[in-house]
């Protein structure tokens, strides 16, 4: 709005004089509800002194000019008081008048636009309110009436100005049109309102819309366009491979750009029916890129390839294709992703790995042949796998490949064994090798022994047995199971005194325990497991059988220690002698300045056998079978010296005690 100009009321005198009067003209131009005071009360305020009016003042003037004589001083005083009380009491009258009158004029536009009102091309003068908004509603409708176009990445979408309800502001507007010329100070107002009505107030036009209707339309537009980033990955092929899964961008309406630049372009009146504007968008970077997920995958191939295990001249191979399950991957927060083992995977690896590495340690072999030692075969050491010291040695590899280092073999962690006999010590002995003892015993083919199988038959089984220095030769390890000893059958048994013809698999087997046990110590082997026989027979040494037996888990066995220097290799022969077979058991050694002595032997008789007939129904008359001759009891001491180059290396008294086993003949009676 305009305000009056200031000299209007800056209480100069000469304001209101005919020469001045331009304010009173525009008073006389108010509307029609103050014509009733027109500008008579102000001319009234210029003629109210007519005695002052009356006095000439040229002359005065003139008088003064001419030196004439001075006027009276008195009443030259008492004009001019009297002229200015004159015009102070006039212009107090037409400011009554005037006030009055605006008064009486803003009184009448209570409630309602003041004249001269406008906004933009819309006059409101004299509206209230609900007209005043009705009238811009109706003008500026057409605010409403268009569309904005976007261009996004994928093609247009539009949003209608009815649809975020653009149009005037009509409150605001409103409530602007209704202050302009308005003011608190009540005199201030009263000469606002009227200077508004006479020179006009122009308002800007205002335009409005749902900006939160604006902002869900940008919403639901950035729902279709944006586009979440894909992070890359690496994924499991086969054979042990992997593949990556490259990263994508992703993309974002920048939506508060977007919002701005079309509050720009919808708040001015001028703005077209159609706005056109390109979608600003935002690119959204994977939290994975694609190069670490290719650097994860070159370090999980690193990881995967073979690893070969070693142990001097032998190898294994771990293979890739099994340690690739075992690879998975984790994505940290700043997107690298890291290839991780599973380290409990190995296990099985592991396990499957100790059944190549393990093995039993293999002695080289000793052979007579034509009276002379060979030495055979090959030898190497035994080895079993350490899992716990296996896992780590992998371990530390695959993390070394996973670093960046080219593979490495990785040594096996094992337990060794070496060999009791080397080829290297067969070779350098076997020349040197002779018979160094020798023990016979003689023994009937008869069916008690099945027929000498059951002697021969082991005996076979130990032929060439090689015993190496510092190991220990038990009987029931090396023949192992009889019924795969060749020519074994049943045979007799002692039990309680009595025998059984063939109460026993295996019966008569003790004449081969026996006669390798005195060969052995005779050979300065250091006698461990012995036992006597439950009968004293004489074919056997005074004191110094050795029976062997198994009845369920139990066994009874016949042992001996090498504790010398060098091997041993024993060889067996049979020879028959008239009615007789002769079971020789030799020793073969380097010589080893061992002599062994049988010294003290005392035998005292015990209880006297009986003999006995049995009358056998199942055989024929005249059938007469001696199944065992009587023998007493006897208690036998005896004592065994081995000497190592003339010093006494071990001894031991031995002492037997034989029960009495009754004789039996078998009398048929069938």
Known sequence: MTDLPDRASDGDANAATPETGADATELTELPAPVDSTDAGPAD???????????????????????????????????????????FVVGFALMAAIGGGVLYAWGREYDGRVLPGVSVGATYLGGLTREQAAEKLATDYGWLGNGEITLDGPDGQSTISYA???????????????????????????????????????????????????????VDTLATTIDQTPTDAFVAPGQNGTYSVSPAKDGRAVDKTALLTALDRELVPLESPASIAMAVPMVTLPPTVPTASAETAKAAADRMAADIVVTRKTDSWTVTGKSLAPLISFQTAP????????????????????????????????????????????????????????????????????????????????????????????????????????????????????????????????INGTVVPAGTVFDFWKVVGNL????????????????????????????????????????????????QNHNEFITRYPPGLDATVWIVGNTK???????????????????????????????????????????????????????????????????????????????????????????????????????PAVNGVLVVGTG
């Open 483 to 530: 019924r795969n000893a060749p020519g074994v059958g049943p045979g007799n048994a002692i039990e309680g005194g009595k025998i059984t013809v063939t109460g026993a698999f295996g019966g008569g087997i003790c004449t081969t325990s026996t006669t390798l046990f005195n060969a052995a110590f005779r050979a300065g082997m250091v006698p461990l497991a012995r």
């Open 163 to 217: 649809d975020i309800g653009r149009g005037p502001d009509s409150t605001s507007l409103v409530d602007a049109a209704l202050a302009a010329g308005r003011h608190d100070d009540p005199l201030t107002n009263l000469i606002r309102g009227p200077q508004a009505a006479i020179n006009g107030v122009t308002l800007d036009s205002a335009v409005t819309y749902d900006r939160a209707k604006l902002a869900a339309a």
């Open 334 to 461: 700043d997107g690298t992703i890291t290839p991780v083992l599973d380290q409990k995977g190995l296990d099985p690896l592991l396990t499957k790995l100790a059944k190549q590495v393990n093995r039993s340690a293999q002695d080289a072999g000793l052979r007579l042949v034509n009276g002379r030692v060979m030495a055979t075969g090959s030898s190497h050491e035994g080895r079993t796998l350490k899992a716990g010291g296996m896992r780590t040695a992998l371990l530390t590899e695959i993390a070394a490949r996973q670093a960046g280092a080219a593979p490495q073999q990785v040594r096996a962690v094992i337990k060794a064994v070496k060999p009791k006999l080397t080829i290297e010590d067969a070779r350098a002995y076997a020349g040197k090798m002779k018979m160094i003892s020798s023990y016979s015993v003689y023994y009937w083919v008869i069916i008690n022994n099945h027929w000498g199988g059951n002697i021969e038959g082991p005996a076979t089984v």
């Open 556 to 658: 009874q066995t016949m042992s001996f220690r090498n504790d010398t220097k060098y091997p041993i290799l024993i060889s067996r022969s049979v020879r028959q002698a008239g009615n007789k077979r002769w079971l020789t058991f030799k020793i073969w050694s380097v010589p080893n300045g061992r002599v062994a002595k049988v010294t003290n032997t005392v035998i005292q008789h015990g209880p006297r056998a009986i003999d006995t007939v049995v009358h056998d129904p199942n055989k024929p008359a005249g059938y007469r079978y001696r199944n065992n001759a009587p023998a007493d009891g006897a208690k036998v001491w005896v004592t065994v010296s081995i000497y190592d180059h003339g010093k006494l290396h071990w001894s031991k008294r031995y002492y037997s005690r034989y």
């Open 44 to 86: 009234m305020s210029l003629t109210s002194e007519p005695d002052v009016a009356a006095v000439p003042v040229a002359p005065l003037a003139a008088a003064a000019v001419d030196d004439g004589p001075p006027a009276r001083p008195r009443r030259r005083r008492s004009l001019a008081f009297r002229f200015g009380a004159a």
